[in-house]
């Protein structure tokens, strides 16, 4: 069992930065690929970025590319999401996961295991 707290969220004006936070509990986290996905009202949850457990492999979502970066501290069991330069459209409620042990990055939901409750992140006009 694997929880996740997510943390970093708020209000933002457009063009401004926030990094997310998300803590992972136990002792498998360096063996689990992590990512980050959003979901805004009336709208399907969508992928944003992944990380491998070994830092190796990372995959954006392509409208968040060179504005995003996703990071991970495995000594802290933490997985970072730095946002810069947002924009309207990037408000959602973010999500953090984690994937199966030993398994590669994926880019869809189903690809993961463990679920945060999630950080509202607004970005205003």
């Known amino acids: 069992q694997v929880q996740l707290v997510e943390s970093g969220g708020g209000l933002v004006q457009a063009g401004g930065s926030l990094r997310l936070s998300c803590a992972a509990s136990g002792r498998t986290f360096v063996s689990r690929a992590m990512g980050w996905f959003r979901q805004a009202p009336g709208k399907e949850r969508e992928f944003v970025a992944t990380?491998?457990?070994?830092?190796?492999?990372?995959y954006y979502l392509d409208s968040v590319k060179g504005r995003f970066t996703i990071s991970r501290d495995n000594a802290k069991n933490t997985v970072y999401l730095q946002m810069n330069s947002l924009k309207p459209g990037d408000t959602a409620v973010y999500y953090c996961?984690?994937?199966?042990?030993?398994?590669?990055?994926?880019?869809?939901?189903?690809?993961?295991?463990?679920w945060g409750q999630g950080t509202q992140v607004t970005v205003s006009s």
């Open positions: 990380i491998s457990g070994d830092y190796g492999r990372i």
């Open positions: 996961a984690a994937g199966r042990r030993g398994f590669a990055p994926a880019s869809y939901g189903s690809g993961y295991e463990y």
